[in-house]
């Protein structure tokens, strides 16, 4: 049986527009040319040329935000509270709650790179496109939305790039059982330049962060700066996206793959 890994990742790295002016990680890197001194202080009389080669361990500091790079965001970013529309609030989990069965499931692609930058997806729109590819949404499947911003990864229009998923869409996954979503654009909701424009001329704050107000109603995931989306064909794959364990946090930096396993679908199906 095959087996073959789809890496849907972006790079965490220095000088790339991934994330809006002062948000963007910054790395560090020391060489083994330059790390002596942080060795010699452990063997005292060590000299660099006793080193093979007088070179020392390669290493890197890394000042990084947990939503830099392809993360996955907990409830406890949306908002403090989860689940009030299924008549069980309760304090939203953070990323080391979050249930690890969501992140290893049969996914599907939703193509929605023909919106403009700034479309709100709406709830007929999945729907249309459910039923374009043929596939009905069974609970705990990841849900995955190629928008046009992951062509524009790295060039200074991305944060503003492609659509976001709206509120009623948002809802429409997550009653149909679907805890984890994610997408290739710097937000789940529609980039912030384009809401703001909208804000500005009806002074409606429901429009701001509203996919991601969902889970104040049912609790769930998503993975954001998702890359390599269009290679995909809209279902029978695997995700793979195990979020990085951090106490008590609103999000934690993801490998997220996708896994074309012909035992993985066997058993998916028995």
Not at 105 to 121: E, I, M, S
Not at 234 to 245: E, L, M, N, Q, T
Request: net charge negative; glycine share 8%; with cysteine.
């Amino acid at each position: 049986m095959g087996r073959r890994i789809v890496d849907l990742s972006i790079f965490l790295e220095n000088d790339i527009p991934s994330d809006p002016p002062g948000m963007a990680p910054k790395i560090r890197y020391f060489t083994h040319e330059n790390t002596f001194p942080q060795i010699e202080p452990f063997f005292p009389g060590l000299r660099k040329g006793d080193l093979p080669d007088g070179e020392g361990w390669a290493v890197e500091v890394v000042n990084l935000s947990t939503h830099n790079g392809t993360h996955l965001d907990a409830p406890w970013h949306f908002h403090s509270t989860q689940d009030a529309a299924l008549s069980n609030r309760k304090p939203a989990m953070t990323i080391h709650e979050v249930p690890l069965d969501w992140c290893f499931q049969p996914a599907v692609k939703l193509d929605f790179r023909h919106f403009a930058d700034g479309y709100v997806v709406t709830a007929d729109d999945v729907e249309a496109e459910l039923k374009r590819v043929g596939h009905t949404l069974s609970p705990l499947e990841i849900v995955v939305v190629n928008t046009r911003a992951g062509s524009r990864y790295g060039n200074p229009d991305y944060v503003s790039a492609g659509c976001g998923m709206g509120y009623d869409a948002t809802m429409y996954l997550l009653e149909r059982g679907v805890r984890l979503t994610g997408t290739d654009a710097w937000s789940w909701d529609a980039p912030f330049v384009h809401t703001a424009v909208k804000y500005a001329g009806s002074k409606d704050p429901s429009l701001i962060w509203e996919g991601h107000k969902a889970g104040r109603d049912i609790g769930y995931c998503h993975i954001e700066k998702l890359h390599n989306l269009e290679s995909l064909p809209a279902d029978g794959f695997f995700i793979s996206c195990f979020p990085h364990k951090i106490r008590g946090a609103s999000a934690g930096w993801t490998r997220a793959v996708a896994i074309f396993d012909d035992a993985l679908q066997a058993s998916a199906s028995a």
